[in-house]
């Protein structure tokens, strides 16, 4: 039997998210003399911190074409928190062997899930390339999210007349729900609360993934067993029952009252009825929306950068500094910039990311600042693309005299502010900050997340260097939600990681960079779906993809007017 203790039904594994992409091409290179070329599209996918490609798979080959639409789907496993660099190859097929080398090549293109996913109506077309001084034609992708059974079950169920079973008073009863695997075993699922001396309780209703309790599967077994709570732990069977997902989504009926039946009563007593009934009071079912679909209906995420420059760092001349620019490698403030800001730039569509510093000197009266631009533009404070951001962060460094405090509460407010502006789904902000020590203003911080968790935005804090981290975890609201003047965080909107804990010990950059980006980003989806549900927003249908004029990159398409959505974070 299964065991009964400690259970979190929503933080139980279930299948990842899918996306389905297909693959056209147009105007290819024609390689055969007597007809047109015969095409096959190959996917090859890099390994997590590695610079290794290997084959995912291949479309069908298509006869005598230059505009193939293929009909063979790649379906790849979707994660929000990595980089999934892929590589398509087409080829022009010769012969019947397999191997790649005997067919003729006509061109290549690099992208990543993400960029496919975050173009407009999640359909992207990009110029192949590979073969100098030649046009190779243009391939085109579109994803659709596989529906993978996203509903959400919300029931209640009531007993009658159950076994007495406690000496000295009634039953204490609760309900675990079991699905059945392929292999005739049960996994437990679902727990009810336990209701304390009845024997005909009525529990709260209760709201379950159908997958956790069916896998998909509407006539697969289900299993509620319903036990008499005691202090010690051991729990006394009163007896069980099964039922189908199917058989529920009947709802309230006749169908849905079922006997309790304990088989080693019924085995004993000849005149055993049963140890009473569970009715099924109510039962609906609603669509749960995912991070994609609020992508695909045009969902911006707005990604801000806010930099150390406290004197804590050492002087940036030195190779001892966190801010050292070596001419052979980056330093760790480079690192998790670089690592955050290439995953999320896939979900911005004009590549405009406001970053500031704080914490310095400014030039040309060393007037201290907490929340400075990093191109010295007040009115503008984007950069071009995450190595806009890199170069303005080294200008920076050039120009500005490191000192203090460690003043976090200033940037907060000044991306809360910009986030305040639209809340109504189709921005998100994702403030990354990035430390090297302790926080000088824990008490206005701690009031600013509080602000900015009814907001639609996120916090990442990176921490570099030695340094003792532990006042951060008190911002990382995983295991108290934060709290300020007896107010709580409506959500937990901010994720602390200390760099040093993903740093590959043999010095592998890439590794270290992708371990931390999975780490950091992996809650961002829920945080965003989190602010949608509280505010009762739903996606908008996805965005029609332009197939009359080529998007030859996701830069040239754009939901939102980018003066419009970035000016926003302007304001001081």
Request: proline share 5%; charged share 25%; glycine share 6%.
């Amino acid at each position: 039997m299964a065991t009964i203790g400690d259970f979190d039904p929503l933080n139980s594994t279930v299948p990842a998210t899918k996306i389905e992409i297909t693959v056209s091409c147009r105007n290819l290179l024609d390689m055969d003399t007597f007809s047109k070329s015969d095409p096959v599209v190959v996917l090859y996918v890099q390994g997590l911190g590695t610079k290794e490609w290997r084959e995912f798979g291949r479309t069908e080959v298509i006869d005598n074409t230059l505009n193939p639409d293929f009909v063979r789907k790649f379906v790849l496993d979707f994660f929000f928190e990595e980089k999934q660099n892929l590589r398509f190859d087409v080829y022009n097929v010769d012969t019947r062997s397999s191997n790649l080398s005997k067919h003729d090549f006509l061109g290549q293109m690099f992208c990543t899930l993400g960029e496919i996913i975050g173009s407009t109506g999640s359909r992207l077309e990009r110029t192949l390339s590979g073969i100098p001084g030649k046009k190779c034609g243009t391939i085109i992708f579109t994803a659709e999210e596989l529906s993978n059974c996203r509903d959400i079950a919300t029931m209640q169920l009531c007993a009658n007349k159950l076994d007495k079973k406690d000496f000295f008073g009634k039953s204490d009863p609760f309900l675990v729900f079991y699905r059945s695997n392929e292999d005739g075993t049960f996994t437990i699922c679902h727990k009810t609360e336990v209701i304390k001396n009845n024997l005909n309780p009525v529990w709260q209703p209760f709201t379950i993934p159908v997958r956790a309790l069916c896998n998909g599967d509407y006539d697969r077994t289900v299993k509620v067993d319903v036990y008499d709570w005691d202090r010690d732990g051991s729990h006394d069977f009163i007896g069980e029952f099964t039922t189908s997902y199917r058989e529920f989504s009947r709802g309230q009926s006749q169908f849905n009252v079922y006997e309790v039946l304990n088989p080693k009563k019924k085995g004993k007593k000849k005149k055993y009825v049963n140890s009473g009934t569970v009715t099924l009071l109510s039962f609906k079912v609603e669509s749960e929306h995912t991070f994609v679909d609020f992508i695909r209906g045009g969902t911006q995420l707005n990604f801000t950068v806010a930099i150390d420059f406290t004197a804590s760092n050492g002087n940036p001349s030195q190779p001892t500094s966190l801010h050292y620019m070596s001419p052979y490698q980056m330093n760790a403030y480079a690192m998790a910039l670089k690592a955050v800001g290439e995953i999320i730039q896939d979900y911005d569509s004009d590549k405009l990311f406001p970053a500031y510093g704080f914490g310095a000197k400014l030039p040309p009266d060393g007037k201290i600042s907490h929340a400075f631009p990093l191109n010295s533009k007040t009115e503008n404070p984007n950069c071009v693309g995450i190595d806009g951001v890199l170069e303005a962060y080294f200008q920076t460094l050039r120009t500005v005299q490191l000192y203090g405090p460690t003043n976090f509460a200033p940037v907060i407010n000044q991306v809360a502010r910009s986030a305040a502006e639209v809340t109504d789904g189709s921005q998100y902000s994702v403030l990354l900050m990035i430390t090297d020590g302790v926080i000088s203003d824990m008490a206005q911080t701690k009031e600013s997340v509080v602000n900015a968790a009814s907001l639609p935005m996120s916090i990442i804090i990176v921490g570099v260097g030695p340094a003792e981290f532990d006042a951060m975890e008190e911002l990382d609201g995983d295991e108290v939600r934060v709290s300020s003047r007896g107010r709580f965080a409506e959500r937990d909107i901010v994720q602390f990681v200390p760099f040093r804990d993903y740093i590959d010990r043999s010095g592998n950059q890439v590794l270290s960079m992708a371990r931390l980006a999975k780490d950091v980003l992996a809650e961002i989806p829920d945080q965003l779906l989190s602010f949608m549900k509280s505010r009762g927003i739903e996606p908008r249908p996805p965005l029609p993809a332009n197939s009359d004029s080529p998007a030859m990159s996701t830069t040239t398409t754009t939901t939102t007017t980018p003066a419009t959505k970035k000016e926003r974070n302007t304001h001081t």
